[in-house]
């Protein structure tokens, strides 16, 4: 499968703890993308890379998120000191071009206990 | 700014039944428009998009959608619907930026 890969599917942490998840976009995609999707709502755009830049944030991103693409490959998404309220789906997806159709992968589902 | 908004938020609908999926979309510049599928359990995949050019979109699977520019819509319509259509809808929006905002989600609820 040459797909958006996401490591781990699942994570369930205790608050005040960091986490961190990994995202392998589609080798030949330059632009990568981080949303978080809570029940019921639809995805909400967090940042993305063009390569290894990162060229926008949301504000939704706190001081307590980072995320990174280093040599415009794989990307890593941190949270530290989470909160209960961080619990979501945390998605990852590639595109070609910023205009074009963007690939997402499975997800990782956070729960802060 | 952009938004999507889905107007509605669930759709029952019966096997074979056609159906629509409202999406509006508020926008100040040019705009990409997509529809997304989530099956459960499943990752977004893309149903159809429209980039520029003929306003009516397909997917393998007929569905369709429209690009209205005046009425500032992208509904989603299929005319005979299968049990294995059930799934979300998310409608989503693009800029030449990349990013996407997403609408809210419409449930589809295909009953045998």
């Known amino acids: 499968d040459t797909g958006v890969s996401q490591d781990p599917r699942h994570k369930i942490t205790k608050r005040g703890q960091n986490v961190t998840f990994r995202c392998d976009p589609i080798?030949?995609?330059?632009?990568l993308y981080w949303y978080r999707q809570t029940l019921g709502q639809g995805p909400e755009f967090l940042t993305y890379?063009?390569?290894?830049?990162?060229?926008?944030k949301s504000r939704l991103l706190s001081d307590r998120f980072s995320a990174e693409r280093p040599k415009g490959s794989f990307s890593t998404l941190e949270i530290q000191r989470t909160e209960q309220g961080d619990s979501a789906m945390y998605l990852c997806?590639?595109?070609?071009?910023?205009?074009?159709?963007?690939?997402f992968g499975p997800g990782t589902r956070l729960t802060v206990l | 700014a952009q938004s999507v908004t889905q107007l509605d938020s669930q759709v029952p609908v019966f096997e074979e039944a056609p159906v629509e999926l409202r999406c509006n979309y508020s926008?100040?510049?040019?705009?990409?428009l997509f529809w997304y599928v989530q099956y459960p359990n499943q990752g977004l995949q893309l149903l159809l998009k429209?980039?520029?050019?003929?306003?009516l979109v397909e997917s393998i699977n007929g569905f369709e959608a429209e690009f209205n520019k005046s009425q500032t819509s992208f509904h989603l319509r299929k005319p005979s619907v299968h049990i294995s259509d059930t799934a979300e809808y998310f409608c989503?929006?693009?800029?030449?930026?990349?990013?996407?905002?997403f609408g809210q989600g419409t449930i589809l609820t295909v009953h045998p």
């Open positions: 926008s100040s510049v040019s705009v990409y």
């Open positions: 080798s030949e995609h330059n632009r």
């Open positions: 429209y980039l520029s050019g003929s306003t």
């Open positions: 989503a929006l693009g800029t030449s930026y990349g990013k996407l905002t």
């Open positions: 890379f063009q390569n290894e830049a990162q060229l926008e």
């Open positions: 997806a590639s595109s070609r071009r910023e205009r074009n159709e963007q690939f």
